[in-house]
């Protein structure tokens, strides 16, 4: 999806809709919205919120940025990349653009029920609405009490000692996991800080900062008690991170105070929710908040004994320092920084690579030393011999570059390492007229080692290599007597399907026996999706027909007791039998 910028917002495209989800999904979506069942839709740059009515109030997030990303606390949001309430919201939004009926595969353009009302609204007169109004509030008890905090609060402001304690209401501290409850928490929340917000922007600038991050230390309390796997918060986060910055830059202290809270809330007690650092503008790669990094960078490492305490502390103060010198493109302060803190072997691996990056090959086998010197795990030690490689070709030294590669693909033989191999050949230039029979005879030993679990991985590797250099024969050979992927099977299927059909077929049905072996439904979709997709190209051979068919029988014949399988064959396949 293209990006869409927040003064010129664009419709979200029906076709990626309908990618996302199913035609079930789409199909109850589309109710929805055309039932008005989404409200209090909104949209905040590339940002899409609402709430959408069903057994419960659903609150459902679009991010509609390069990609359409879909949040929802239902709970068939767990398992689905877009459920239907994010569907009824993206349509409804589109409503409210207009036009959809001009896109692409879109679906008829639903009525716009809010521009009827709005005409309706407008022709009554002033005491017949207020009356509709004060009845339609009645039926709902959370709007009556909604309406009548306003009153009060139109009538007598809020003091700071009340709104505090109202911020303690709206967010409680208890234990909270079952995902309908903490929907509700926030829900009730959002109600509550509608009129706190409006409580809060009456008061003197200072005392909105007070209360301001006293919600937001509030809301990172009470989430330690709280499972908001589905983000319920975020209406509420986004609310908070967006005042805390415009009240901080109006405050009117000095810069060394501003430096000092910025230096404790950011750096030395940085918390979960917490406003971006660019929010705070220039202020945060300010000369003073640099220098208390560095005195409390050098602090840290003269005085506290190594562990993991310390490290997250040497992270913490360099950070700033390392954004600093990455901005100024001061590479040498970058690795002087780095390698203040550095404990790890990655950490001395990405000085390494700064140093190749920078023309510093000789310096750079320096710092990887003392990297193989830490390294223990067979991934570190790969590493490093990925490194020493960039290392040896920056130093000119190809045949030395050259024989690390074939010893690290010797020790672990896989096809993307292979495709790594022949990258580098064609880097360096470097004939080796034996190397493709070499790999080959790797694959194949490593094909004799017993795998764990059954695993074909081994298998696929040789296979991947022989249609890597199009040696499609080869591989149907290898895979008549060797087990591979489900996956890579059906690409050999594809592969050989225009000069040996009947092969095809073969190897089809040997995945889907394999798909349904699993014994899970979704397994049984994954056969029946296989085999659909290699009918077509029976065409009207009646050889391919019957041997399709022959073949469809005997599956469906072993696995007879597979009841749900079974089912799926007769609602796509019957007539084959």
């Known amino acids: 999806m293209a990006r869409r910028s927040p003064e010129c917002p664009a419709l979200i495209d029906i076709a990626e809709l309908k990618a996302q989800s199913s035609e079930a999904s789409f199909a109850k979506g589309m109710k929805l919205a055309s039932q008005g069942a989404v409200q209090q839709l909104s949209r905040d740059g590339d940002t899409i919120t609402a709430r959408v009515l069903g057994s419960h109030v659903y ?24 459920c239907k309430h994010g569907i009824a919201t993206a349509l409804t939004f589109n409503m409210q653009l207009s036009g959809l009926d001009s896109e692409p595969g879109a679906v008829a353009q639903l009525p716009d029920e809010r521009a009827k009302l709005r005409s309706y609204f407008e022709q ?11 009845d339609e509030s009645r039926r709902d008890p959370t709007r009556w009490n909604y309406w009548l905090r306003k009153v009060a609060l139109s009538e007598q402001p809020f003091s700071p000692a009340k709104l505090k304690t109202l911020i303690n209401k709206a967010l409680p501290k208890r234990d909270v996991w079952e995902w309908q409850e903490v929907s509700d928490y926030f829900m009730n929340a959002a109600e509550l800080f509608d009129e706190i917000w409006e409580g809060i922007d009456t008061l003197p600038l200072e005392q909105q900062w007070q209360l301001t991050c006293h919600a937001l230390e509030r809301l990172n309390k009470v989430l330690l008690h709280i499972d908001d796997s589905n983000g319920d918060r975020c209406e509420l986060e986004l609310a908070i991170c967006k005042r805390l910055p415009v009240l901080f830059a109006g405050l009117p202290w000095p810069e060394s105070d501003k430096v000092d809270w910025l230096f404790t809330h950011l750096i030395e007690q940085p918390q979960d929710i917490f406003p971006e650092e660019e929010a705070f503008g ?7 908040l640099l220098a208390r990094c560095e005195q409390q960078l050098a602090s840290v490492r ?4 190594p562990g993991h305490e310390r490290d997250w502390a040497l992270q913490r103060y360099a950070r700033p320092l390392l954004d600093a010198a990455r901005a100024a493109g001061d590479w040498r302060r970058e690795l002087t920084l780095l390698a203040s803190i550095a404990s790890t072997p990655w950490d001395w691996l990405r000085i390494c690579n700064i140093c190749c990056e920078h023309n510093e090959p000789l310096e750079g086998e320096f710092w990887l030393a003392k990297a193989r010197k830490l390294a223990v795990s067979p991934h570190e030690k790969r590493e490093c011999d990925e490194v020493e490689i960039r290392l040896a070709i920056a130093l000119g030294e190809k045949g030395r570059a050259w024989r690390l590669a074939l010893a690290g693909f010797k020790r672990e033989p896989h096809f993307d390492g292979f495709k790594r191999l022949r990258q580098l050949q064609q880097q360096l230039a470097w004939q080796d007229e034996t190397l493709l029979l070499w790999v080959e005879q790797c694959f194949k030993d490593q094909t004799a080692v017993r795998q764990p679990f059954n695993l074909s991985s081994h298998q696929d590797a040789l296979v991947r290599f022989y249609l890597e250099l199009d040696r499609v024969q080869d591989a149907c050979e290898w895979v008549a007597t060797h087990k591979i992927s489900p996956e890579l099977l059906l690409i050999l299927a594809d592969k050989i399907a225009p000069d040996n059909p009947l092969l095809a077929i073969s190897y089809t049905f040997r995945v889907a026996a394999c798909y349904v072996a699993t014994g899970h439904n979704d397994g049984y979709e994954q056969a029946v999706a296989a085999l659909r997709k290699r009918e077509p190209s029976l065409g009207d051979d009646k050889a391919l027909q019957e041997s399709f068919s022959q073949q469809l029988r005997a599956l469906a014949t072993e696995y007879k007791r597979k009841r749900n399988f079974i089912k799926l064959v007769d609602q796509h396949f019957s007539s084959c039998f």
């Open 124 to 134: 009554q007169e002033k005491p017949v609405l207020i009356e509709m109004l004060i």
């Open 282 to 288: 220039d202020i945060v790669h300010s000369p003073a």
């Open 302 to 305: 003269t005085a506290q004994a």
């Open 59 to 82: 609150r459902v997030r679009l991010e509609v940025g390069q990609a359409l990303v879909s949040h929802c606390n239902c709970p068939a949001a767990s398992y689905q990349t877009l």
